[in-house]
């Protein structure tokens, strides 16, 4: 079966310091990935998404970027964080851009 | 731009007792999906409505999709304290590449 995998579970960072937030699945090959970011008492917003290794769509311009070098590996990084950065990251997978996703456990981020 | 509501945005309900949750969505859409998300946790897919007047069920859960009036309904029956979650609609849009829009999610709180 597959799973998705995220880390780190929890992060508190100062405002000015990068980011690398990491996703990985198994079980699956050539899954299409996804992070969101949920701020709090809020929905979801799709960040970025990837269906292939190296091909990053980015849905939301801001001080975020993404990465694919693996098939199965999704990386969500930052040079300067934000205090707005902060919010509750969250990875899934689909195994066709039509299937249903399934999320990842997620990272809880605070910028202070 | 596609907008995707939720109501009510907080429901809180007796055991035992029946109620229904609203996903209106504002454009064609090629199908949508509930989730479900406890406290701090990730998001559990519940079901993928596919078509007009498609109809899942899941325990006390059922699902519907009206796609010409672009309406889902989550109905609840005979609710029980473990149902207490945070429940998203999220629809994907024709052509899109099916790139998810999430409603804000309704906090139900099921009661003693």
């Known amino acids: 079966s597959q799973t998705i995998h995220q880390w780190p579970a929890t992060l508190v960072q100062p405002v000015g310091s990068p980011l690398s937030l990491e996703c990985t699945v198994e079980g699956t090959s050539n899954p299409n990935l996804y992070w969101y970011r949920q701020a709090a008492g809020r929905g979801l917003q799709l960040l970025f998404y990837s269906v292939g290794i190296g091909q990053i769509s980015s849905e939301v311009p801001q001080n975020l970027s993404a990465s694919r070098p693996q098939d199965r590996q999704f990386i969500l990084s930052s040079k300067k964080l934000l205090l707005s950065d902060s919010g509750f990251y969250l990875c899934?997978?689909?195994?066709?851009?039509?299937?249903?996703?399934?999320f990842g456990p997620g990272t809880r981020l605070l910028v202070l | 731009e596609l907008k995707v509501e939720q109501n009510p945005l907080f429901l809180s309900m007796q055991e035992g007792k029946n109620y229904t949750i609203y996903c209106n969505y504002s454009t064609t859409s090629d199908r949508l999906y509930w989730y479900r998300q406890d406290p701090g946790k990730s998001l559990e897919s519940l079901f993928v409505l596919l078509s007009n007047g498609a109809v899942k069920q899941e325990g006390r859960l059922m699902a519907s999709l009206d796609t010409k009036a672009r309406l889902s309904t989550l109905h609840i029956t005979a609710a029980v304290h473990d149902l207490s979650a945070t429940y998203f609609c999220?629809?994907?849009?024709?052509?899109?590449?099916?790139?998810?829009?999430f409603g804000k999610g309704t906090l139900l709180t099921v009661n003693p």
């Open positions: 999220a629809v994907v849009v024709r052509g899109s590449n099916y790139k998810l829009t």
């Open positions: 899934a997978w689909s195994g066709d851009l039509q299937e249903t996703q399934y």
